[in-house]
């Protein structure tokens, strides 16, 4: 008994150690893997940022944002991959870089789940990115509405896949209506878009939008 009481401090302090080290591993391969991902994501954003460079050209109809914050006021704001603003509407688009440069392909179920097959052989469910876009399109909304003080512009959200290697399949019974678009289609779709047949978005209402998107990220990047 002595001897036990003897070593328990000992052991005390073991265990300490022990778990000191596996708490440090654990928290060391959650930043790697945050870390990773936030990697991944940047290189999918940096490949829309050259995909949409023709549209950000002198003299062009279309003026393209890139990592904004927008919304009804600076405190309540939804940070945006990009933001095209040009005649025929203002497109929010979210870009997901699923499958890394291995790719893969991503189903989309009858429940609106989505699921990424890696050619790995690696499966997971992912988030369905639709609830991120109908929250990025209620805060544009209040944008236009308070900021900008104009009212019923077209707006339309899109999810892009920037990697060129991952395919997506949706399930007939699937109620997605947010569209996902690979990048290599995205300008072909930003320029054909016509929610009515007859859109149009003033230069002089353009001109005023983005004053006010410049105007409100001057703000947030004083806070």
């Known amino acids: 008994m002595k001897t036990l009481l003897l070593f328990t401090p000992i052991l005390v302090v073991l265990a300490a150690a022990v778990y000191f080290v596996w708490a440090f591993n654990k928290r060391e391969e959650r930043r790697l893997i945050a870390r990773e991902i936030n990697r991944s994501g940047s290189q999918g954003e940096h490949k829309v940022q050259r995909t949409l460079s023709c549209l950000d050209k002198p003299n062009s109809q279309y003026q393209v944002f890139h990592n904004v914050r927008l919304g009804p006021d600076a405190d309540h704001t939804n940070e945006y991959d990009t933001v095209v603003v040009g005649p025929n509407g203002i497109f929010h688009i979210e870009t997901k870089n699923y499958g890394g ?101 003033y230069p002089r209402t353009i001109r005023r939008i983005c004053k006010s998107i410049e105007a409100m990220n001057e703000i947030s990047q004083a806070n």
């Open 101 to 201: 440069e291995r790719g893969g392909s991503i189903l989309v179920d009858s429940n609106d789940n989505w699921i990424l097959h890696k050619k790995s052989g690696y499966s997971k469910i992912i988030t369905n990115p639709q609830g991120q876009v109908d929250s990025h399109e209620y805060r544009l909304q209040g944008f236009l509405n308070r900021v900008v003080g104009v009212r019923n512009l077209p707006t339309q959200g899109i999810i892009v896949l920037s990697c060129d290697r991952v395919t997506v399949r949706f399930n007939k019974k699937s109620t997605q209506i947010i569209p996902v678009l690979h990048r290599n289609e995205l300008v072909d779709y930003i320029k054909k878009y016509n929610q009515n047949g007859n859109l149009v978005i």
